[in-house]
């Protein structure tokens, strides 16, 4: 089992239902996955997303250069933080499948004509 399957199997089953749904989503998109920081992120050129499992329970798709998507769909929330914004699902049907596929479309758009420039200063 890969470290990715193992993190999708410890959750519980709504939980597992909603990552197993997102990780397909992306890999066809020919993202590639690694377990970083103890959860799944996905790259191409460099991170898009990561999935991870809220305090609440609830499964969060946080997309790393969030601030840089239009947001048109008004689906992304901050939730306090710069740069990496995020969808939150409590329940498989809550996942709105037409607006998250523009939003990651979006996101790969992003990663393919603009290079990431890190924001930490170089000492």
């Not at 909603?18 to 998109?29: K, N, W």
Request: charged share 30%.
């Amino acid at each position: 089992m890969s470290e990715v399957e193992d993190f999708i199997y410890r959750q519980n089953e709504g939980q597992r239902k909603i990552i197993t749904y997102l990780h397909e989503t992306l890999t066809r998109l020919d993202l590639t996955c690694k377990i970083r920081y103890k959860v799944p992120f996905y790259y191409a050129k460099s991170w898009i997303c990561y999935i991870n499992v809220s305090k609440t329970g609830n499964v969060e798709l946080s997309f790393t250069r969030g601030n840089e998507l239009s947001n048109e769909q008004g689906l992304l929330d901050h939730k306090g933080r710069k740069q990496v914004f995020s969808l939150e699902f409590k329940t498989y049907r809550d996942i709105p499948k037409d607006a998250l596929n523009e939003i990651i479309h979006e996101a790969l758009l992003l990663d393919k004509t603009i290079p990431y420039a890190s924001k930490r200063s170089k000492n």
